[in-house]
């Protein structure tokens, strides 16, 4: 049986290069695909293959001292959902550009939001209501086909953006509310509610395991609507069959939940396409005429 897993840990590393060179080893040993980062501030991977060769890498990985603690979350998929086996030394394990803004011990990141578990989520805002937001720690795009109920949807493309974003003014009238944090798996979150805090959001939380966690709790049961965006070839996976479809076809507008990247090579957009209108795979008119003369 194969699974994928996902995880990171922040903990100062002394040398990123010889982590990575045992990673790289370990994971060809045992036939794993995927993506690993490694940085001065930690690990963060996700890697395919079968069950019991990732169970005897995450053994072996919580060997080394600063990933004892690791949290491996668990989904489903294959080694083959990853083109191959990537393992890089970067300067940020999830890239905010925000490297001076990033101090790391051996508790994890200084300064963070507080963490809160699936449970204490649904607690905090059946306690306190409107009081309490969401705040949506991805790219626009992923947001579109699943977020949080009544999420704020920050205007952001990649990472990046969010250090400038966060000084817009629009968001001032929520600086003082509780400002719960989320993204995929969570390492997101461990970076963005640094900034925020920086940039004077006073309370804000983060979801233990991001919304993978939160999913494997509650399904479509909870505050999740829509489906959740993944970064491999299967570009999504929902949490049970009483799941919506939240975002909208290019074409017909239609509700659908399937990503594909635009038919014009030199274009590749991502974009959101139903079944109904997929054989035109392309993102405009002018990628359409493209296609046309191809």
């Known amino acids: 049986m194969?699974?994928?897993?996902?995880?990171?840990?922040?903990?100062?590393?002394?040398?990123?290069?010889?982590?990575?060179?045992?990673?790289?080893?370990?994971?060809?040993?045992?036939?794993?695909k995927g993506r690993i980062i490694i940085s001065k501030h930690g690990i963060n991977g996700t890697l395919g293959g079968d069950m019991k060769d990732l169970k005897e890498y995450v053994k072996e990985t919580k060997t080394f001292p600063s990933f004892k603690g690791t949290l491996f979350k668990w989904s489903e998929g294959a080694g083959d959902d990853f083109p191959?086996?990537?393992?890089?030394?970067?300067?940020?394990?999830?890239?905010?550009?925000?490297?001076?803004?990033?101090?790391?011990?051996?508790n994890g990141i200084v300064g963070g939001g507080k963490h809160l578990?699936?449970?204490?989520?649904?607690?905090?805002?059946?306690?306190?209501?409107?009081?309490?937001?969401?705040?949506?720690?991805?790219?626009?795009?992923?947001?579109?086909?699943?977020?949080?109920?009544?999420?704020?949807?920050?205007?952001?493309?990649?990472?990046?953006?969010?250090?400038?974003?966060?000084?817009?003014?629009?968001?001032?009238?929520?600086?003082?509310?509780?400002?719960i944090t989320y993204c995929t798996g969570g390492i997101r979150c461990e970076v963005l509610s640094v900034l925020m805090k920086n940039r004077g959001f006073k309370d804000v939380y983060q979801i233990d395991g991001g919304i993978v966690k939160y999913g494997e709790k509650y399904g479509d049961n909870?505050?999740?609507?829509?489906?959740?965006?993944?970064?491999?070839?299967?570009?999504?996976?929902?949490?049970?069959?009483?799941?919506?479809?939240?975002?909208?076809?290019?074409?017909?507008?239609?509700?659908?939940?399937?990503?594909e990247n635009c038919a014009n090579k030199s274009c590749n957009k991502l974009i959101l396409i139903c079944q109904k209108c997929y054989s035109n795979n392309t993102c405009s008119n002018a990628c359409e005429r493209v296609m046309s003369l191809a």
């Open 2 to 32: 194969e699974k994928i897993i996902l995880y990171y840990k922040f903990a100062p590393i002394s040398d990123p290069d010889a982590v990575r060179l045992w990673q790289k080893n370990l994971c060809q040993r045992l036939s794993l």
């Open 84 to 106: 191959k086996l990537s393992v890089k030394v970067r300067d940020e394990i999830v890239t905010f550009k925000a490297v001076d803004e990033i101090k790391v011990d051996e």
């Open 117 to 179: 578990s699936p449970q204490a989520v649904n607690d905090l805002v059946e306690k306190h209501g409107d009081e309490v937001v969401f705040f949506d720690g991805r790219n626009a795009y992923e947001a579109a086909v699943g977020k949080f109920k009544d999420a704020v949807i920050p205007d952001v493309d990649t990472t990046r953006d969010f250090k400038e974003e966060l000084n817009d003014p629009k968001y001032d009238e929520i600086k003082k509310k509780k400002v």
């Open 222 to 259: 909870g505050y999740w609507d829509g489906s959740l965006y993944v970064f491999d070839k299967r570009m999504g996976t929902k949490f049970s069959n009483k799941a919506k479809d939240i975002g909208e076809c290019i074409h017909c507008k239609g509700k659908t939940s399937n990503f």
